[in-house]
């Protein structure tokens, strides 16, 4: 979309209209530090004037990242704002933050043991009760908690399984056109995360869609393990808040 590619350019437009000033660990008031940061649609965290962004170049340190993602929440500080609209305070220190897309990526999959998910389009085609998992789990009542149902749950910030949101099949959705997979998220960050494409790959296999549906049409239910979910909105509205 229109918005994606003006997010896939911002480092330039940054550079040549809006002609941001800083340098990391300025001191704007005495015993006071600014820093700042740059996170990709692969959820990698860099310092945003790092010339080469790539795997070598990220912040890698789980303790690190599970501090820095913790605290990551909307800049409403009165300075640069238009540019950086997360921060992630850590005392005396402001870190201003930017990114690709959204601040939370969820990279991936961890199963209910807190295990790492390698083969996710494997993993999904197994019936809920071969693992262990409670067959009554398989009810179609309604008072049943999809977090119950499903014990998944997805990864961001580069921390493992130290920063996780319980995995619920039915807030994923897949944008037409670009196929960005989102998922629901914290709520303080807009309730919505992008999902890593590597793993949105993975997902999109169990993505149904209605009948005579074209190419622009999102897809309406996913089948996960065994059960079909219907997609319910609050995904979509959360980004549409967004724009």
Same mark, same amino acid.
């Given at each position: ?10 480092? &330039?437009?940054?550079?040549? =209209? ?15 530090? $600014?820093?700042?940061?740059? +996170? ?6 860099? &310092? ?13 340190? @789980? @303790?690190?990242? $599970? ?5 990551? @929440? ?9 540019? #950086?609209?997360?921060?992630?305070? /850590? ?7 930017? /990114? ?6 969820? =990279?991936? &999959? ?15 085609? =197994? !019936? ?11 009810? $179609?009542?309604?008072?049943?908690? $999809? =977090?119950?149902? /499903?014990?998944?749950? &997805? ?13 619920? !099949? ?20 807009? %309730? ?8 949105? +790959?993975?997902?999109?296999?169990? #993505? ?12 309406? @239910? ?7 979910? %219907? ?13």
């Amino acid at each position: 979309s229109d918005k994606m590619a003006r997010l896939r350019v911002q480092p &330039l437009l940054r550079s040549l =209209t809006r002609c941001v000033s800083y340098v990391q660990g300025q001191a704007p008031s005495p015993k006071s530090r $600014e820093y700042f940061y740059y +996170i990709d649609h692969q959820g990698q965290l860099f &310092l945003d004037d790092a010339r080469l962004k790539n795997f070598i170049t990220s912040f890698k340190d @789980k @303790k690190f990242l $599970e501090f820095f993602f913790k605290r990551v @929440k909307p800049n409403t500080t009165g300075r640069y704002e238009a540019d #950086f609209p997360y921060v992630s305070p /850590c005392g005396r220190e402001m870190n201003y933050v930017r /990114c690709d897309d959204l601040p939370i990526v969820f =990279t991936h &999959l961890f199963d209910r043991n807190g295990q790492v998910i390698q083969h996710v389009a494997e993993y999904g085609k =197994t !019936p809920l009760d071969s693992n262990g998992t409670d067959s009554s789990f398989k009810s $179609e009542a309604n008072s049943v908690p $999809e =977090t119950e149902i /499903c014990s998944e749950r &997805l990864s961001y910030g580069g921390a493992g399984n130290m920063l996780t949101v319980p995995f619920q !099949p039915s807030k994923l959705c897949m944008l037409p056109g670009g196929g960005r997979v989102y998922h629901a998220g914290l709520e303080k960050l807009g %309730g919505v995360g992008l999902v890593k494409s590597s793993l949105a +790959i993975e997902l999109s296999r169990f #993505f149904l869609y209605e009948p005579g549906a074209d190419e622009n049409s999102p897809p309406s @239910k996913f089948v996960w393990r065994g059960r079909t979910w %219907g997609l319910d909105s609050s995904v979509l509205q959360s980004l549409n808040m967004r724009v």
